[in-house]
C-alpha cells in the first residue's frame, strides 16, 4: 500500500503542477493556478499520515516506510526549486517569458550554484533523516527498525557525496575554455625614437 501511495503521489505532483501552471500561464487564472500550487504540500501530509497509521496498525518497519520518508524528505526541500524551474520554463514555452537561464558554467558562480545545490540534497536527507528517527521513536524497542537504520545510512552517503561535489568545485573551480581571458598575442610595448 505505502510503495502504491508513493507512485500516487509522484504523479499527483506532476499533475498538480501541471495543472497550475495550466491555470496561471494558458488560462489566464493565477490565483486558481497558484491556489493548486498551494495543494502540493497535502501530498506529503497524506504519505505522512498514511505511513504513520500503517506502523501504528502493527506493520512491520521495512524498505517501504523508509522509502516514504525519503520521498517526503526529498520533495520537501526540492519541491519549491522544481517548481521554481518549471514555471520558468512554462512561462517561456505558453506565455512568452524569457528563455530561463541554465546553471551558470564557469568559476565562483558554478561553485556557488554547486553549493546550493548540495544545499537542497542535504537538506533533503536530513528532513528524510528525522523522520526516519521519528519512526524508529514511534516503533519503540518492540518492533525491527533495521531497515529504518538503513536508509538513514543512505542518506549519510548522499550527505557525504554531495558534500564532495561541491568542495571539489570549491578547490577546483571550473574554468571557462581558454582561462576566459583574450586568445591574441600580447605586443611588446612601442620603443620611443628619442
Not at 23 to 51: D, F, I, N, Q, S
Not at 60 to 77: C, M, N, Q, R, S
Request: charge should be positive.
Amino acid at each position: 500500500m505505502i510503495v502504491a501511495l508513493i507512485i500516487v503521489c509522484e504523479v499527483a505532483f506532476w499533475v498538480l503542477l501541471a495543472g497550475g501552471l495550466s491555470l496561471r500561464y494558458l488560462a489566464k487564472m493565477p490565483r486558481a493556478g497558484l491556489a493548486v500550487l498551494a495543494c502540493e504540500p497535502l501530498l506529503e501530509v497524506v504519505l505522512l499520515a498514511a505511513t504513520a497509521i500503517d506502523l501504528k496498525n502493527g506493520a512491520e518497519p521495512d524498505w517501504k516506510h523508509g522509502l516514504a520518508a525519503v520521498y517526503i524528505g526529498f520533495t520537501v526541500a526540492m519541491g519549491h526549486y522544481l517548481i521554481k524551474w518549471a514555471d520558468g520554463h512554462f512561462a517561456h514555452r505558453f506565455a512568452g517569458g524569457p528563455r530561463p537561464s541554465g546553471p551558470p558554467k564557469y568559476g565562483m558562480p558554478r561553485t556557488v550554484h554547486e553549493w546550493q545545490t548540495a544545499g537542497r540534497w542535504i537538506l533533503a536527507a536530513v528532513i528524510a533523516m528525522a523522520l526516519l528517527q521519528g519512526a524508529i521513536w514511534y516503533v519503540g524497542d518492540d518492533g525491527d527498525t533495521g531497515s529504518l537504520r538503513t536508509w538513514q545510512t543512505r542518506m549519510l552517503w548522499v550527505i557525504g557525496i554531495n558534500l564532495i561535489i561541491a568542495g571539489s568545485y570549491t578547490v577546483l573551480p571550473k574554468r571557462e575554455p581558454g582561462g576566459g581571458a583574450s586568445q591574441e598575442t600580447p605586443q611588446p610595448p612601442e620603443k620611443s625614437l628619442r
